[in-house]
């Protein structure tokens, strides 16, 4: 509850818990203050103080100072307090509720995507190597050089288009579980980005020494995780960014829901860059095979990322905007790893 000069009156638990802050630190306070971004306008606010009324707003993004963001539903009523006006808001979280519902979603389509790919690229590579076949024929049989150069182009865009086929089908063999160290994993995708001269960012970390070693393909999750670092590092540089970095966070995440799926223990890997945000166009599309926001970029890399996580069991969620986008990686800790 806040009173007509905007000081917050009273914060129930839930409040605090928003706030990240204690009883004490809140009471008083100007509710402007924890905010960077106006999500309701004030004119609205004064409105319905002075003459009692109530409106809902639905999904908003309250942007905090500390560059959280929460996705709530929002009834503000006005209410006479003491013969003196104030505003109650209740806020209602659902966050986690719209990011499980769009999950599943897009897990769907991400399949059924991935399943249309496959069976396209099957159709695709059959007739290519009878191209190729009758290519390599012909040109046996031709004496002029010239012509020789037509089949010799015919070859090489059959193999152009073959090679296009299997990036799209993704990688085409089996993890090689180990028990591993998933920091040594994390520390070898850091020196690769930070020996880049061409793309110079700032790497940082902050790791969890309590995850123990896990059975995973290090192999697949380094090119995973390479994926998503090189492409907040081309986004970094190309938009100018002051100062851009990238962060490398591993944390344990407890009782996860994984694609239907519950895992008692679950490694979080986050990658965290301060660039301008994924465009919203590409949001519900940005695991499809050929999307990309780059002109020169083939698209192929997060679908990548999202067919060698799959391999682990795990899934991989986005945040994303201006000044903040965060690719998590969860993947589950199997029965025997201890901490």
Sequence with gaps: MINAQFSIVYCNFAGQRLFQRSLNQILDSDLRDYFYKRVIEEERLLKALHNNEEFTENEIHLCFHDKRYVLADITVTGYNYDDTPHLIFEVR?????????????????????????RGLAHEIKNPLGGIRGAAQLLGKTLYNEEHSEYTEMIIEQADRLRNLVDRLLGPNTLPRFKLANLHQTLEQVRTLVSADTQYPVLITRDYDPSIPDMMIDSDMLQQAVLNIVRNAQQALIESNTLQPEIKLVTRIERQMMIHGKHFALCAQIKIIDNGPGIPKTLKDTLFYPMVSSKSDGSGLGLSISQTLIDHHAGKIEVESHQGLTEFTLYIPIKQGATL
Excluded: F, M, T
């Design 93 to 117: 979280r659902i966050d986690k509720q719209k990011r499980i519902s769009q999950e599943s979603v897009q897990h769907a389509q991400q399949n059924a995507a991935r399943e249309l790919i």
